[in-house]
């Protein structure tokens, strides 16, 4: 499904539902890496997405850093 996501623009990031290609697109330092994170806390298990989220909460960028924070309420909300 790689395919569907669009790392520059960030186009069917919010789709991802593959913890590992996350992993490996935040080692290549992707542009979009706190909007995918958003995409694993509504496709993954809390167990796969909560290191990620946390990881993307320690972004530099304020921007990709805040979808972090969003990706933990969807989380929080869809986990109780």
Do not use: Y
């Amino acid at each position: 499904m790689a395919a569907e996501w669009d790392w520059e623009s960030g186009e069917g990031l919010l789709r991802i539902d593959d913890p590992a290609e996350w992993d490996a697109a935040f080692e290549r330092g992707e542009p979009k890496i706190g909007t995918a994170v958003i995409g694993l806390a509504f496709n993954c298990s809390l167990d796969e997405a909560s290191p990620r989220i946390v990881r993307a909460m320690q972004l530099p960028d304020p921007n990709q850093r805040g979808f972090a924070f969003a990706a933990a309420g969807a989380a929080a909300r869809l986990n109780g």
